[in-house]
């Protein structure tokens, strides 16, 4: 079980976002609804993450990396990458590995010319990273 936070970069991500066991949490709120966002990540508002964490450990179901970021994964992201190994910490093995959170968040994501995704698809099911 994961016990600990480490930060991945945008290049990194890119290299991994094929492998099926790889799940990107997007947590921004309404910024995701018209800022875009990365190809077939999961969208769980921090504002409601917290009760929601339940329904992020059955949607990552048969994933073992979980990559979190807000905006600039400077508060929100690394908030709820911790509250979220709290919780694994309290459940039985979920088989999560890995608990990361991208440098820089989505702004630097954007910035670094990586592709963005912008349907409005709940989960989006776009997966050309």
């Known amino acids: 079980m994961a016990r600990s936070l480490s930060y991945i970069t945008p290049s990194q991500l890119i290299s991994i976002t094929r ?3 790889i799940a990107i949490i997007d947590v921004r709120d309404e910024e995701r ?9 999961l969208h769980f508002p921090s504002d409601t993450f917290s009760e929601r964490l339940p329904d992020l450990l059955r949607s990552v179901r048969g994933r073992d990396t979980l990559v979190f970021h807000c905006a600039l994964s400077k508060v929100r992201g690394p908030s709820c990458a911790r509250l979220f190994l709290d919780y694994l910490s309290e459940t039985k093995d979920a088989g999560i590995k890995n608990v990361m959170i991208l440098e ?3 702004n630097g994501w954007q910035a670094a010319g990586r592709p963005v995704c912008r349907c409005t698809d709940a989960p989006c099911k776009t997966h050309d990273v």
């Open 19 to 21: 492998n099926p066991k």
């Open 33 to 41: 609804s018209y800022d875009a966002h990365i190809a077939g990540s």
């Open 104 to 106: 820089r968040g989505f």
